[in-house]
């Protein structure tokens, strides 16, 4: 293979400067090795004209056309990325809901949160938590989310499914399900919020946990909600969930959570990102 | 939609995106640690850099754009499926190539078809005969694509990688597990290969 080019009809004198012609033509030569090429050249037809072929297949090498990717490529590639955070958000069960419309809003969203790089685990936070979000939007804007809604008011209470969910061997991802399906608004002695902030406070995995604060935020005209995040916090060891708790008090406006915010910020066993956000958590609510 | 704008503006408002702050440029090494460490979104930027790139690539190599399409959404699937083998600090170009060769190889053996099909070429890429106004310029384009096609698969690879990607000849060494010097000998090869072929 190596040598399969080399003709062995050529004269001596070209077949010496057959390896450099291409490297000539590239102006990729010593200048010693030009001037031999040249020396050769003035006096051969045969490889001037080879060196001229090397110059026009460069030029037309060039001007091949470039062929672009349809648009199909980046729906491709979004939904791929879709289903990939999904399998991870749920510990690669199988996708929470049914995806139709949860893959557009949550394509818009990845495009929104592109982060610098020094806050990656707050963006590991707000990712799994907008998957979350995007639940709850497919829910809430699938046409068929109020048969669904209509539905529950028939099945078991929230309340029953998770304390039901929590004694068998249910899967993350149902508890997500649960979870995430948990009404906008309650009465005043509901269940829900008690269920929600057990949830939080106990479930073992932290991508269930971080749907309960999403289902309480969207609760977060009921007064148990707040006390309870703030409650919370001492309790989580998760970064996400922490940080995520942290946005959560902020976004609620909740001074009262000051105090554990500050001895967040000192746990030695916090990550630093964490100890941060809850410095500037107590900036913004103080 | 009320809940995902008030959700959104809440929280970059209030904690994750402060104004003051100024966006820099990161670097692909930086971007694809944070994916290893299950930061998918950030394989959005890479996939923005990388692309067209590899699909121009993969397009060079098949000859069949809707086939390249495929194989490079499969590059940035295995980008995150291998996301673990990447070793902070390597150069991120070589090594998405090294996994576009490697969906290449594994789409060639699946396929196995010694040189492709010339007239196929012709028609996969966009050089319609009735595009009378150009017929000099895609006649010689057609000629070309089809001498590249005759190669050997990588004599052509490594003329892609030289020509349209922009790799030098230590990248390509690199990619190659060659010398600098080895790759461009090769390089030069194929490229006489080409000629002859070309201008036969
Ligand atoms: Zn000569």
């Known amino acids: 293979m190596h040598t399969s080019f080399t003709s062995h009809d050529l004269p001596a004198s070209c077949a010496a400067l057959e390896d450099l012609l291409p490297a000539y033509a590239e102006g990729e030569l010593a200048p010693a090795e030009v001037a031999q090429v040249e020396a050769h050249l003035a006096t051969c037809a045969a490889c001037q004209e080879k060196v001229a072929q090397y110059q ?9 056309p470039l062929a672009c990717p349809t648009p199909e490529m980046r729906t491709d590639f979004m939904a791929m990325l879709h289903r ?24 818009k969203v990845i495009l929104m949160w592109s982060r610098p790089a020094t806050r990656q685990w707050l963006q590991v936070a707000a990712s799994i938590l907008l998957v979350a979000v995007g ?7 699938h046409p068929g989310s109020e048969q669904l809604a209509a539905n529950q ?33 309650n009465q005043q002695n509901d269940a829900t919020v008690l269920v929600l902030v057990n949830t939080l406070n106990t479930d073992p995995n932290p991508n269930v946990r971080l749907a309960a604060c999403e289902a309480l935020y969207r609760l977060r005209k009921d007064p148990r909600v707040a006390p309870a995040l703030v409650h919370s916090l001492p309790l989580q060891t998760d970064p996400n969930v922490q940080i995520t708790l942290i946005e959560l008090l902020v976004a609620l406006r909740t001074p009262e959570a000051v105090p554990q915010l500050e001895r967040l910020a000192q746990r030695r066993d916090a990550l630093p990102a964490v100890r941060q956000q809850a410095e500037q958590g107590i900036g913004l609510l103080i | 939609m009320p809940l995902l704008p008030v959700l959104l503006s809440n929280f970059q408002k209030r904690t994750l995106s402060p104004p003051t702050e100024t966006l820099v440029e990161t670097t692909d090494e930086a971007l694809m640690t944070q994916v290893q460490a299950d930061n998918l979104d950030q394989l959005v930027p890479l996939f923005e850099r990388y692309h067209q790139p590899l699909f121009s690539f993969l397009c060079r190599l098949t000859g069949d754009r809707e086939v390249s399409q495929d194989l490079a959404q499969n590059v940035f699937y295995r980008v995150l499926k291998y996301r673990a083998s990447y070793h902070a600090g390597q150069p991120f170009r070589a090594w998405i190539y090294q996994l576009a060769r490697n969906v290449h190889t594994d789409h060639w053996q699946q396929n196995r078809r010694p040189t492709a099909d010339v007239d196929q070429i012709e028609h996969t890429a966009s050089y319609g005969r009735s595009a009378l106004a150009h017929a000099a310029a895609t006649d010689r384009d057609a000629a070309l694509q089809e001498a590249l096609a005759l190669l050997p698969p990588d004599q052509r ?11 030098d000849y230590a990248e390509i060494g690199e990619l190659l597990g060659c010398t600098a010097g080895a ?16 201008f036969s």
């Open chain 1, 56 to 64: 026009t297949l460069a030029q037309d090498l060039l001007g091949l």
């Open chain 1, 84 to 107: 990939e955070k999904a399998a991870l958000t749920t510990e690669n069960v199988a996708p929470i809901a049914n995806a139709e419309p949860r893959v557009e809003h949550e394509a």
């Open chain 1, 135 to 141: 639940v709850v939007l497919g829910l809430v804007l």
């Open chain 1, 153 to 185: 008011t028939r099945k078991p209470s929230l309340a029953t499914q998770l304390a039901t969910a929590a004694t068998q061997p249910a899967t993350a991802s149902d508890r997500i399900q649960l979870v995430s399906n948990a009404p906008t608004t």
């Open chain 2, 157 to 167: 690879e490594i003329l892609v990688l030289h020509r349209f990607q922009g790799f």
């Open chain 2, 183 to 198: 790759a461009r000998v090769k390089a030069h090869r194929a490229l006489e290969a080409l000629r002859k072929i070309y």
